[in-house]
């Protein structure tokens, strides 16, 4: 169940597209320097839910881990025990208003997202949300730990350290 992902450009690293509830465990993405995210769930198509497990991502510069911005409901996601360390992410010239947001997770939208047991240590966004930016009806974190995360560090109003959460239904 081990996959190790180094230093890929210019795509996604991992798409997947499978009718039925599917369990991930132990991906490794490691120096990935791109403005592609390692996991853009936008693009996978998953009958039931995705669990991501025990997985680990590390030394990822000027893009995110983990994206979803999805404006119709789709599968949930389930990150359990995953770790996240040295991550960043800057502003893209030509980038919208999230660009530079959310190193390690960027949800949007309606992207469905259970985030559990993870820890992030060293997530730095150029905006908001150091390690998680999320504006989204459906995102949930719970017993994470988020250790020397920042955003902002050259801006003069970044917001979220760690987590920048901005619910937009009820």
Not at 63 to 78: A, D, E, L, N
């Amino acid at each position: 169940n081990f996959l190790h992902f180094e230093s890929n450009t210019g795509v996604a690293s991992l798409i997947l597209y499978t009718l039925q509830n599917i369990t991930m465990e132990g991906l490794t993405f490691n120096k990935i320097t791109d403005n592609i995210p390692c996991i853009n769930l936008d693009n996978w198509r998953v009958g039931g839910d995705l669990y991501i497990k025990n997985s680990f991502f590390s030394n990822i510069l000027m893009s995110t881990c983990i994206t979803t911005t999805t404006k119709v409901k789709t599968f949930t996601t389930y990150l359990e025990g995953c770790q996240f360390i040295n991550i960043s992410t800057r502003k893209n010239i030509r980038g919208t208003y999230i660009s530079g947001c959310g190193s390690s997770i960027l949800c949007l939208n309606r992207g469905n997202l259970v985030v559990s047991e993870c820890n992030f240590t060293n997530n730095v966004a150029e905006v908001n949300g150091g390690a998680i930016y999320a504006e989204s009806d459906a995102i949930g974190i719970q017993n994470c730990q988020f250790v020397l995360c920042s955003a902002g560090p050259n801006e003069e109003n970044g917001l979220g350290g760690a987590v920048f959460l901005n619910q937009t239904s009820n």
